[in-house]
């Protein structure tokens, strides 16, 4: 089976952009969750999508969405960029999502630096 | 915010000696697995350990989990340079927004 795919895995943005990116989990894994990755708060959870709903959802303001398409794919967009939004932005998949969570596969991460 | 406190937040030994890590958390869990993480690369799941378990072994890792103090250990035993990585412990919490929290990590060198 394939593993997670993160795209793109690098971006360079200007602080007031925003910015969408896309992960495509394992064949058969409903849940997909993000995080953010920074030296200084280390791994931060974003929110977790399962069946196209957002199921749980972390700290972070309002420019953090996502959402989830019927086929799984999941979106992440942040809007009016900030230089402290520039991270590692992880996905995650599993394949049961329910109650209690399973082992997670990570994809390579999108390297997001803002200017 | 972090859930987890890993120490130490780093450790340097000689390859084919046994490296501890040691995660405590605050929040009562379902579970607490462990991940590796090499060079800002997406994460490797190595091992899970549910809320009513107390020790599990996966190849040359040894979890154990102590809910009463809540806290938990990783130990490597006989590692190789190729275990160097920074390696995370993860909780899922009962209840609350945050349903997943991820340790600080510990930076793990294993010296040839």
Same mark, same amino acid.
């Given at each position: 089976?394939?593993? *997670?795919?993160?795209?793109?895995?690098?971006?360079?943005?200007?602080?007031?952009?925003?910015?969408? !990116?896309?992960?495509?989990?394992?064949?058969?894994?409903? +849940? *997909?969750?993000?995080?953010?990755?920074?030296?200084?708060?280390?791994?931060?959870?974003?929110?977790?999508?399962?069946?196209?709903?957002?199921?749980?959802?972390?700290?972070?303001? /309002?420019?953090?969405? /996502?959402?989830?398409?019927?086929? +799984?794919?999941?979106?992440?967009?942040?809007?009016? !960029?900030?230089? /402290?939004?520039?991270?590692?932005?992880?996905?995650?998949?599993?394949?049961?999502?329910?109650? +209690?969570?399973?082992?997670?596969?990570?994809?390579?991460?999108?390297?997001?630096?803002? !200017? | 915010?972090?859930?987890?406190?890993?120490?130490?937040?780093?450790?340097?030994?000689?390859?084919?000696?046994?490296?501890?890590?040691?995660?405590?958390?605050?929040?009562?869990?379902?579970?607490?697995?462990?991940?590796?993480?090499?060079?800002?690369?997406?994460?490797?799941?190595?091992?899970?350990?549910?809320?009513?378990?107390?020790?599990?072994?996966?190849?040359?890792?040894?979890?154990?989990?102590?809910?009463?103090?809540?806290?938990? +250990?990783? !130990?490597?035993?006989?590692?190789?340079?190729?275990?160097?990585?920074?390696?995370?412990?993860?909780?899922?919490?009962?209840?609350?927004?945050?349903? *997943?929290?991820?340790?600080?990590?510990?930076?793990?060198?294993?010296?040839?």
């Amino acid at each position: 089976k394939a593993g *997670v795919t993160q795209t793109p895995r690098y971006l360079i943005k200007t602080r007031g952009q925003q910015v969408t !990116l896309s992960c495509s989990p394992i064949s058969g894994h409903r +849940s *997909v969750s993000w995080y953010q990755q920074t030296p200084g708060q280390g791994l931060q959870f974003l929110f977790e999508y399962f069946s196209e709903t957002q199921r749980n959802k972390g700290n972070f303001p /309002g420019r953090f969405s /996502g959402r989830q398409f019927s086929n +799984s794919r999941s979106e992440m967009n942040v809007s009016t !960029l900030e230089l /402290g939004d520039s991270a590692l932005y992880l996905c995650a998949s599993s394949f049961i999502g329910g109650g +209690s969570y399973n082992e997670q596969f990570f994809g390579p991460g999108t390297r997001l630096t803002v !200017l | 915010s972090q859930q987890g406190e890993e120490d130490p937040q780093a450790l340097s030994i000689q390859e084919g000696e046994n490296a501890t890590m040691n995660c405590s958390y605050k929040t009562s869990i379902n579970n607490l697995q462990w991940y590796r993480q090499n060079s800002g690369r997406g994460l490797v799941h190595l091992i899970l350990i549910r809320s009513n378990e107390r020790e599990k072994h996966s190849g040359r890792l040894r979890v154990t989990l102590d809910t009463s103090k809540k806290s938990s +250990s990783l !130990l490597i035993t006989a590692s190789r340079a190729a275990d160097t990585a920074s390696y995370f412990c993860a909780t899922e919490n009962t209840g609350g927004y945050q349903k *997943v929290t991820f340790g600080t990590g510990t930076k793990l060198q294993v010296i040839p």
